[in-house]
C-alpha cells in the first residue's frame, strides 16, 4: 500500500499528533478511517457484492420470465394456494381449541356438543377463543345434561353384599350385628 498521498501533510518534518489531526480534518480528498471497526469495505469487496448483487438480480428475472412462459398466472396461484393452505391450518386450529374447551367445561361428548357451538359468534385472539364461555353458560342453562355435573357420582353397593369375616375370629361381623338383638356372638 502507498502513503504517498499523505506526504503534502507532513511537509518536510515531523507532527505532533495535534498537528497530524488538524492537517487530516482540513485536507480534501484524505479520510482515515479504522478498518477493525467494520465501518469501511474495500473498494474492490463493494465492487465484487455489487457484481454478485445484480448476477443474482439477473438470474431471477430469468426465472420468473421462465415461470410465467410455463404458467402466466402462476404467482396468482401460488398466493391461492397458501391462502387455502392457511385457512385449512385456521380451521383445525379451531376446531381443536372448541374441543379442548368443550373437554375443560367438562362436556359428556364434545363432538356433539360442538355442533351446537355457534361458530360465527366466535373470534380466535392470541390462541383463545371468544365468545365461548357465554355460549358454555347458555347451554348448561338450558340443556345441563351435556355436561358432567360437579357432584362425585354416588357409589353403587348391591343389596347383600356379604361382610367378610377377618380370619381372626369375625369382629367384623359383630361390630356390623351389634345392634341386631337376634345375632349371637359366637365364642
Not at 66 to 94: H, I, S
Not at 160 to 174: K, N
Given at each position: 500500500?502507498?502513503?504517498?498521498?499523505?506526504k503534502?501533510?507532513?511537509?518536510?518534518?515531523?507532527?505532533?499528533f495535534?498537528?497530524?489531526?488538524?492537517?487530516?480534518?482540513a485536507?480534501?480528498?484524505?479520510?482515515?478511517?479504522?478498518?477493525?471497526d467494520?465501518?469501511?469495505?474495500?473498494?474492490?469487496?463493494?465492487?465484487?457484492?455489487?457484481?454478485?448483487?445484480?448476477?443474482?438480480?439477473?438470474?431471477?428475472?430469468?426465472?420468473?420470465?421462465?415461470?410465467?412462459?410455463?404458467?402466466?398466472?402462476?404467482k396468482?396461484?401460488?398466493?391461492?394456494?397458501?391462502?387455502?393452505?392457511?385457512?385449512k391450518?385456521?380451521?383445525?386450529?379451531?376446531?381443536?381449541?372448541?374441543?379442548?374447551?368443550l373437554?375443560?367445561?367438562?362436556?359428556k361428548?364434545?363432538?356433539?356438543?360442538?355442533?351446537?357451538?355457534?361458530?360465527?359468534?366466535l373470534?380466535?385472539?392470541?390462541?383463545k377463543?371468544?365468545?365461548?364461555?357465554?355460549?358454555?353458560?347458555a347451554?348448561?342453562?338450558?340443556?345441563g345434561?351435556?355436561?358432567?355435573?360437579?357432584?362425585?357420582?354416588p357409589?353403587?353397593?348391591?343389596?347383600?353384599?356379604p361382610?367378610?369375616?377377618?380370619?381372626?375370629?369375625?369382629?367384623?361381623?359383630?361390630?356390623?350385628?351389634?345392634?341386631?338383638?337376634?345375632?349371637?356372638?359366637?365364642?
Amino acid at each position: 500500500m502507498s502513503y504517498e498521498y499523505l506526504k503534502p501533510m507532513f511537509g518536510n518534518g515531523p507532527l505532533t499528533f495535534e498537528q497530524l489531526t488538524e492537517k487530516l480534518d482540513a485536507a480534501e480528498g484524505v479520510k482515515l478511517v479504522n478498518l477493525k471497526d467494520g465501518g469501511y469495505v474495500g473498494k474492490e469487496k463493494l465492487d465484487a457484492a455489487e457484481a454478485r448483487v445484480s448476477a443474482l438480480q439477473q438470474q431471477l428475472t430469468q426465472a420468473n420470465g421462465k415461470l410465467e412462459g410455463y404458467d402466466p398466472e402462476w404467482k396468482t396461484k401460488a398466493q391461492q394456494m397458501q391462502q387455502e393452505a392457511d385457512q385449512k391450518v385456521e380451521a383445525v386450529r379451531f376446531d381443536y381449541a372448541i374441543r379442548t374447551a368443550l373437554t375443560e367445561a367438562k362436556a359428556k361428548n364434545p363432538e356433539k356438543l360442538a355442533k351446537l357451538i355457534d361458530r360465527d359468534g366466535l373470534k380466535m385472539v392470541d390462541g383463545k377463543l371468544v365468545g365461548l364461555d357465554e355460549q358454555l353458560k347458555a347451554l348448561k342453562e338450558s340443556d345441563g345434561y351435556l355436561f358432567e355435573g360437579d357432584k362425585p357420582a354416588p357409589e353403587i353397593v348391591k343389596p347383600g353384599s356379604p361382610v367378610y369375616r377377618t380370619p381372626a375370629g369375625g369382629g367384623d361381623l359383630d361390630a356390623f350385628y351389634a345392634n341386631n338383638p337376634f345375632y349371637k356372638k359366637k365364642t
